[in-house]
């Protein structure tokens, strides 16, 4: 049995290509460099207000219809206080959604996080329990994920990203 050995110096077993294709064989998708920079903080303050007025609607009603509240009636007012609080603070932030841009968006950011810090110490402070002490807990994670996704700057363009 004869054993078959490609060498790549051996011009003779070479097939023409274009030249087309040798450039797509060399091509390979960016990677994380100054050109395409790889960024995860997609939410533009554009999208994050209009996903403050949707969490602030969440807030206000699904209290209600979850039946937060079981362990300590204050575990569904202090969801619509804190929906009151975000249409308020999401109104006086410098983004497209806001009126009287009072608050920059990095301060908003702040808030944000500060809230979400709030939602996961509520439980341990208020003694709620169960279901309540879990809507705490996932709202806690739901703020954390938006700020983490939302840039530290005041712009709605898209950053640069790598395609894929």
Known sequence: MALLIYNPDDVSRRRQVPASEHARARYREPTQTAEFPMNIRFLTPALHGIVDYMAAAGLLTMPFILGVGSTAPLASWLAVGAGVALVIYSLMTDYRFGATRILTFRQHLVIDTLAAVGFALAPFFLGFHGLDAWYYWSNSAAVF????????????????MAHA
């Open 145 to 160: 994920l938006v700020v983490g996704l939302s840039p530290a700057r005041n712009s709605d363009e898209v950053p640069a």
